[in-house]
Nanobody, 116 residues
Framework: AQLVESGGGLVQPGGSLRLSCAASGFTFSGYVMSWYRQAPGKERELVAAIITLGGSTNYADSVKGRFTISRDNVKNTVYLQMNSLKSEDTAVYYC??????????WGKGTLVTVSS
């Protein structure tokens, strides 16, 4: 199984980025997909999650109204649209897949830096 994140980079405060996570090697549609992030010196935290059919989502309070998670079960890809970015959003963002049997996969992460 493999998860490959892309789309990170440097953006100014107030800007937007769209992260993508391409999945392979497992039945993508059967897995809950999530984005986590880890800022320097801090623990990894859940940012957003989306259930298997994409009908239900969950967000950290710090990103509600600014971030949107979505998935494409044909392309085996999950996205994170990030708007109105703040300096405190700076972190490495990780993609996670969790299956019904407890199988848990992680990507290597993509760095998002919000700075002027």
């Amino acid at each position: 199984a493999q998860l490959v994140e892309s789309g990170g980079g440097l953006v100014q405060p107030g800007g937007s980025l769209r992260l993508s996570c391409a999945a392979s090697g497992f039945t993508f549609s059967g897995y809950v997909m999530s984005w986590y992030r880890q800022a320097p010196g801090k623990e990894r935290e859940l940012v957003a999650a989306i259930i298997t059919l994409g009908g239900s989502t969950n967000y950290a309070d710090s990103v509600k109204g600014r971030f949107t998670i979505s998935r494409d079960n044909v392309k085996n890809t999950v996205y994170l649209q990030m708007n109105s970015l703040k300096s405190e959003d700076t972190a490495v963002y990780y993609c996670n897949a969790r299956g019904p049997s407890g199988m848990d996969y992680w990507g290597k992460g993509t760095l998002v830096t919000v700075s002027s």
